[in-house]
């Protein structure tokens, strides 16, 4: 039976079913891959974007010199004695002058009182008091770090309800707080002391912040860098370009591409029994976790430099030996120059992920808690010595510990994490559009 071109028969009209089926399958998938991608988002936002608000206390602190400096010669190692326990009093004692000016009445004891300015408060005038011993005899005002509790209040963490039945805190302490703000003296501001401080206590979550693990990421991102890029590009080069295709390059080039596979987890189990274990490497040091990383790293910046040496047309190297260079010369003055946008767009997709990786840095004990600096880059120091922690693991110390503060600081530092890994995505955007050629 003949039927007409303009008519679809049954088959067709099966096929275009199945066609259209297929295009609402990929709709349906990107929209809900859109949906989980707002929702994760929206998560880490909405827990992670109070960390970078803090809540301050303004008070106006009396340094007496018969309780900081009893010698009166403003000596250093005198004035260094009084500890942090004998500047708490002092702070206690003006806020109790404070609420009392304000003539906010409360049945609160001296030591809950004192519970709404946190720990850290005491550090923080010591040392300033340290940095500049003139002080000392006068009164200076202070912004002070509100209690975690306190903060949490203002974040809308911390409830009436909830205060109830915190032994850290009370309803009385966070109705004190309320009359406080209105009286102009606590005030909730940008932190920028997140990016700057070191991790803290567990009593002192409101002082925590990413400053050494920052620090640490970016060491050992210098050690991947330095060592990762010239050794993969090296490799590359060397496979693409120079090796002979026989079985040996074969096995190599598979044992490569099953590398990029292995899960990262074994590249710590690694890098313990060789660094640490064998060449005796001081555990956590962004060294060890810099070498890691690198060994992890290779094979992307590998595969990916290869598959730019591979995108330059072969007419590239026909040219310049045409014209009397050599093998070496076409390939350093012709092709990598061709092929650096690919190899510096696979170089930093490979930072970016080794930035982003906590389970091999977790196997060689970087779970260190480091509350200050590195001193200096030295064999017993900062890069080689020194214990160290990076952004990733900081989130994973961070969520161990039960102050819900922490949770908060812990999402702020996934929010810090996100951005430097989109910025170095736009940068590698930006390079490979920059400088890409077009045959």
Known sequence: MTTSLLTADAR??????????FKAYGLGAIILAMVALVFLLGSVLGNGLSAFQQTYITLDVTLPEEKLDKSGERDLAVMSKVTTIGYAPLLRDALI??????GIETTLSKKDIGNLISKEAAATVRNRVLANPDLVGQ???FDLLASGRIDGYFKD???????????????????IADALKDAGMVATKFNWNFFIWADASDQRPEAAGLGVAILGSLYMMAVVLCLALPIGVATSIYLEEFAPKNRWTDVIEVNISNLAAVPSIVFGILGLAIFINFMQFNQSSPLVGGLVLTLMTLPTIIISTRAAL???????????????ASKMQSVFHHVLPLAAPGILTGTIIGLAQALGETAPLLLIGMVAFVREYPAAFSPDAGLFGEPAVALPVQVYNWTQRSDPAFFERAFGAVITLLVFLLIMNAVAIYLRRRFERRW
């Open 12 to 21: 067709t009209t099966k096929r275009n079913k199945a066609e259209a089926r």
């Open 157 to 175: 963490r911390v409830t009436m309800e909830s205060a109830a039945l915190d032994s850290n805190t009370s309803p009385e302490a966070l109705m």
């Open 139 to 141: 009164t200076v005002t």
């Open 310 to 324: 591979k995108s330059v047309p072969p007419s590239i190297r026909d040219a310049a030996l045409g014209v009397g």
């Open 97 to 102: 002058a404070a609420i009392e000016a304000q």
